[in-house]
């Protein structure tokens, strides 16, 4: 079973559209992230989640929404995609966010291209 | 904020040789450092951490790191490389310094190991 899992793995679409990724945690975790890896591969923060609640937003344009249904899903819905939204998408879980003592479990990526 | 800094983009070694990657951080407070490796179209994995105790940590594939307080340093080293060690190499720390803890991560550095 895997423990963090994003569909879709690959999402090529045009400027403009509106498109959503998806994530679920199988490990009982409390807190998801969403991470943005840029083509020189630098990995940034945008959101975190702890048991529903929005508790990490990184300076991220409006047109990024994420939701989460309940503490084992995190999805991010992308409205009026623009090229420099091409990247791979991270999902990420860990035990607890008030300590972060332990290690995050990265799921294996969505990557976005917009043309 | 807390940040990592990893002056290589790459290190090439030879199989069997030791390697070496480095990292140095700046926090305030306590420093909780990790390394973690990324495989080509792979998300990342944990390999060690440093929260407090001994300064050298032992991880996962035979890796391992030192804590070097009066360095502010954090390399990660294994004595031995082999090629299927190649792959992309995080260092992170955790940051407390806005609403929850998140983890930062440096620029990545590249190992390549030859045979």
């Known amino acids: 079973d895997t423990a963090v899992s994003q569909t879709p793995k690959y999402l090529v679409t045009q400027m403009g559209n509106d498109k959503s990724i998806k994530c679920e945690q199988n490990?009982?975790?409390?807190?998801m992230y969403w991470y943005k890896q840029d083509s020189k591969k630098f990995l940034k923060i945008m959101f975190s989640?702890?048991?529903?609640?929005?508790?990490i937003n990184e300076t991220v344009p409006n047109r990024f929404s994420p939701k989460s249904p309940d503490k084992a899903h995190l999805n991010l819905h992308i409205n009026s995609l623009e090229l420099g939204d091409s990247a791979v998408y991270f999902c990420?879980?860990?035990?607890?966010?008030?300590?972060?003592?332990?290690?995050?479990?990265f799921g294996e990526g969505s990557r976005l291209t917009v043309l | 904020a807390q940040s990592v800094a990893q002056p290589e983009d790459q290190v090439n070694v030879a199989e069997g040789n030791p390697l070496t990657v480095k990292c140095t951080y700046s926090?305030?407070?306590?420093?909780?450092l990790f390394w973690y490796v990324q495989y080509p179209n792979r998300g990342l994995q944990f390999l060690l951490k440093?929260?407090?105790?001994?300064?050298l940590v032992k991880g996962s594939y035979g890796f391992e790191a030192e804590f070097n307080k009066s360095q502010t340093s954090f390399h990660l080293k294994k004595p031995s490389a082999l090629v299927s060690d190649s792959a992309l190499y995080f260092c992170?720390?955790?940051?407390?310094?806005?609403?929850?803890?998140?983890?930062?991560f440096g620029t990545g550095t590249r190992l390549q190991v030859t045979l």
């Open positions: 990420a879980s860990s035990q607890d966010s008030g300590d972060l003592t332990g290690e995050l479990f």
């Open positions: 490990l009982g975790h409390d807190t």
């Open positions: 989640y702890n048991n529903k609640e929005l508790i």
């Open positions: 926090v305030s407070g306590n420093p909780y």
């Open positions: 440093y929260i407090t105790g001994d300064n």
């Open positions: 992170a720390v955790r940051d407390n310094t806005g609403t929850a803890s998140k983890l930062t």
